[in-house]
């Protein structure tokens, strides 16, 4: 597969975005957090998408060149509109605007709708955490209601609905969870087909209930993904129920509904100010305690070792940022096709890969 230095990347990324009419910033803040998806091994959130969203704007109704605003607020709360804008650039204000309001008043919750795609929603509890302060996040596809099989049912009725929270620590990468309630995000299907791959046991079923490791029964809407947790996935569909409440319904985008595309995520972040509760120190003491605590047990060697939450992302993008990313042929050819419809000079994207 094609390989190349991260902040190569990051250069087509600004020049995609901004050919399709966002400004520099945004086109600099969506570039960035694709290629950090990437960066921390979520591919299925990174360079896969950016041939996908130029070729969505006029299906879905996005506006590349949306500025989102604060359309009510009081002070622990606000509900803010992304008026068409690019995902990443709504979250990012929603999440700047509750940890404003959590340094002020302690918590702050804020939701965000009509804002596209968000993408990798593990990126905006990280932006609290590196200011010392704890966030989740709920995150819906609005209407969106045909990618995953509720417990007990054989279609896809739900979406992939992602819980994220992320929490600092002391002389360390933040605890960073960032978890589709479903058994995988849709993403990593598209990666595995783009990539002649078969899924693995256990993440989807055709449209009989039957297990399948084919992605284009997914891809090609002849089946579904399962909810989280295997022989638990009720536990899993719980939590989607949770997310569609929280994220769309108070979130102000709706509830899945059967769309089978998505207009925008709907959102609903929260925000602790850590200093509200206890002084920083005896936080950071705790979660060390934690931390030594659940390292203590013995290893499963099927395993090999006990991660915290965020370790195998910071992991894998130290090792990316030095050996470069790896990119699928697909999705290397349509980036490379999607810039030539721009007008944009990909030959010189070639010879940024690496031999």
């Given at each position: 597969?094609?390989?190349?230095?991260?902040?190569?990347?990051?250069?087509?990324?600004?020049?995609?975005?901004?050919?399709?009419?966002?400004?520099?910033?945004?086109?600099?803040?969506?570039?960035?957090?694709?290629?950090?998806?990437?960066?921390?091994?979520?591919?299925s959130?990174?360079?896969?998408?950016?041939?996908?969203?130029?070729?969505?704007?006029?299906?879905?109704?996005?506006?590349?060149?949306g500025?989102?605003?604060i359309?009510d607020?009081?002070?622990?709360?606000?509900?803010?509109?992304?008026?068409?804008?690019?995902?990443?650039?709504?979250?990012?204000?929603?999440?700047?605007?509750?940890?404003?309001?959590?340094?002020?008043?302690?918590?702050?919750?804020?939701?965000?709708?009509?804002?596209?795609?968000?993408?990798?929603?593990?990126?905006?509890?990280?932006?609290?955490?590196?200011?010392?302060?704890?966030?989740?996040?709920?995150t819906?596809?609005?209407?969106?209601?045909?990618?995953?099989?509720?417990?007990?049912?054989?279609?896809?009725?739900?979406?992939?609905?992602?819980?994220?929270?992320?929490?600092?620590?002391?002389?360390?990468?933040?605890?960073m969870?960032?978890m589709?309630?479903?058994?995988?995000?849709?993403?990593?299907?598209?990666?595995?087909?783009?990539?002649?791959?078969?899924?693995?046991?256990?993440?989807?079923?055709?449209?009989?209930?039957?297990?399948?490791?084919?992605?284009?029964?997914?891809?090609?809407?002849?089946?579904?993904?399962?909810?989280?947790?295997g022989?638990?996935?009720?536990?899993?569909?719980c939590?989607?129920?949770?997310?569609?409440?929280?994220?769309?319904?108070?979130?102000g985008?709706?509830?899945?509904?059967?769309?089978?595309?998505?207009?925008?995520?709907?959102?609903?972040?929260?925000?602790?100010?850590?200093?509200?509760?206890?002084?920083?120190?005896?936080?950071?003491?705790?979660?060390?305690?934690?931390?030594?605590?659940?390292?203590?047990?013995?290893?499963?060697?099927?395993?090999?070792?006990?991660?915290?939450?965020?370790?195998?992302?910071?992991?894998?993008?130290?090792?990316?940022?030095?050996?470069?990313?790896?990119?699928?042929?697909?999705?290397?050819?349509?980036?490379?096709?999607?810039?030539?419809?721009?007008?944009?000079?990909?030959?010189?994207?070639?010879?940024?890969?690496?031999?």
């Open positions: 597969m094609p390989i190349i230095d991260h902040q190569s990347l990051r250069r087509i990324g600004y020049q995609l975005f901004e050919g399709v009419g966002c400004s520099s910033d945004h086109a600099r803040i969506v570039s960035d957090h694709l290629v950090d998806s990437s960066l921390y091994g979520h591919d959130h990174g360079y896969l998408r950016f041939s996908e969203y130029p070729r969505q704007f006029k299906d879905c109704g996005w506006n590349p060149a500025v989102p605003e359309i607020e009081r002070p622990c709360t606000a509900i803010v509109d992304g008026n068409g804008t690019m995902g990443q650039v709504g979250g990012k204000f929603a999440t700047e605007v509750a940890m404003r309001k959590a340094k002020e008043h302690g918590v702050a919750t804020v939701t965000l709708r009509n804002a596209s795609h968000v993408c990798r929603a593990g990126e905006y509890p990280l932006i609290a955490s590196r200011e010392n302060m704890i966030a989740m996040m709920f819906n596809g609005g209407r969106l209601g045909c990618q995953v099989a509720p417990h007990g049912g054989l279609d896809g009725k739900m979406c992939t609905n992602p819980i994220s929270f992320a929490a600092p620590r002391r002389n360390d990468n933040p605890i969870v960032d589709a309630t479903s058994v995988v995000a849709d993403g990593k299907v598209r990666v595995a087909r783009n990539s002649g791959k078969p899924t693995p046991d256990g993440w989807l079923i055709d449209r009989d209930g039957n297990p399948t490791n084919d992605p284009n029964v997914f891809t090609e809407r002849r089946g579904a993904l399962l909810s989280l947790g022989v638990a996935s009720h536990k899993g569909h939590l989607n129920i949770i997310v569609e409440l929280l994220g769309g319904a108070l979130g985008q709706g509830v899945a509904n059967g769309a089978t595309y998505l207009k925008s995520n709907g959102v609903l972040i929260t925000v602790y100010h850590i200093e509200h509760f206890t002084d920083l120190d005896t936080f950071f003491d705790e979660v060390e305690i934690l931390v030594d605590h659940v390292k203590s047990s013995r290893i499963d060697p099927r395993i090999g070792e006990i991660q915290m939450p965020g370790e195998p992302e910071f992991r894998t993008a130290e090792k990316r940022r030095r050996d470069g990313i790896e990119i699928d042929a697909v999705s290397w050819s349509d980036t490379c096709d999607c810039g030539k419809e721009l007008g944009l000079d990909t030959d010189a994207w070639n010879q940024m890969l690496e031999a």
